[in-house]
């Protein structure tokens, strides 16, 4: 849990690795900016470890090393304030009439560490960039429908993940970055109280 | 319906109205600019159509001339895609049990008339302008809650208003900004059929 939000602010340099760092953290930096133009070029799964790596000319286990993996790195590409993959993968395992509760549970948890400011920003460019808003429609498309909701929904994982992540990221937006009361210091259980009965029909109840 | 759509784009200077301007489209540019400090200033409730005429150096006849009145003034210097006040007011009057349907039915309307741009426009303004966020938050509290939520919800109103935005918020960035598939280009019935029961509860479903 803690080593995801650790693993988020990656624009600080993440001071810890830094006594062993083998490419130096120049390496880092060009593995970002080499993933965002080959993510943006090739799509998600278009996009290989190797071609990132040799278009940041450096060693393809270099990825593992910083990032952990191509997941990883396209999430740190993004900015992302959390891997939506891990936390779906985190909160599938239990009930599934309660996966919604576990799901915004973890959400809120991640949020509340980072706070607004690197939701607005992610936004902003999401708004502002074409490039940023495809990365993350071909993340949403691949990643979260293919690997995780088609696991747990019975039918139209697709449409159904677009519909789960329209509520989760209007909270996100108006708890973080609209701040609107009461939402924006309701506590977590209010929330889930609130939320978990909508977006659990949007995983796995009923849809037209 | 229309006449909603068509006050949107204020700023291509509205063209029909030019032959009758009585301060010059000047006026409009002036008093949107005054509304956008007066209302940063001293708030929705706080501001008066006199203060905003007074700053901008023009009679407040002007207001209602170019405007209609102080909230579609201050809808206009929000630049939002479409009234959330005007469209609740007129989703209010019928059955209960159907608002959400009638509330998403007339949004996507608007949506799919003033489409992506605007919408990821007013998104950027407000994540990266505090006084944007502001304003709309102001609005939403003292507009959308004490104006039109609090006649229908039976209960916590201001609750209501902030998990129903966070609903339909998240909707359009989705299928608008996000442009996720099959959100993005499904009909109006199917996202209708998919949102309304979500969107009902939060109205005036039971709540924790």
Same sequence: chains 1, 2.
Avoid: C
């Avoid at 080593?3 to 810890?16: I, M």
């Avoid at 060009?30 to 071609?51: C, P």
């Avoid at 549970?105 to 936004?123: F, H, I, M, Y």
Wanted: no cysteine; proline share 6%.
């Amino acid at each position: 849990m803690k080593e995801e939000a650790a693993g988020v602010p990656e624009e600080s340099g993440a001071p810890r690795r830094r006594g062993r760092r083998p490419g130096g953290s120049d390496t880092r930096v060009a593995l970002l900016e080499a993933a965002r133009t080959v993510f943006a070029e090739r799509g998600y799964d278009g996009a290989t470890v190797r071609m990132i790596a040799d278009r940041a000319g450096v060693d393809p286990a270099m990825v593992n090393h910083w990032f952990g993996g191509k997941e990883k790195l396209f999430v740190a590409a993004l900015d992302l304030p959390a891997d939506p993959g891990a936390i779906l993968s985190e909160a599938l395992p239990g009930d599934p009439d309660h996966l919604a509760e576990r799901v915004i549970a973890r959400l809120l948890q991640v949020w509340d560490e980072t706070g607004g400011t690197q939701l607005a920003t992610l936004l902003q460019s999401i708004a502002s960039h074409e490039v940023a808003a495809g990365l993350l429609r071909e993340f949403i498309g691949r990643v979260l429908v293919h690997k995780v909701l088609s696991a747990v929904a019975p039918d139209r994982p697709e449409l159904r993940a677009t519909l789960a992540g329209s509520q989760m990221f209007g909270l996100a937006f108006v708890r973080y970055v609209l701040k609107v009361e009461p939402l924006a210091s309701a506590d977590h259980a209010t929330i889930i109280a609130a939320v978990a009965p909508n977006l659990q029909r949007y995983l796995t109840g009923r849809l037209p």
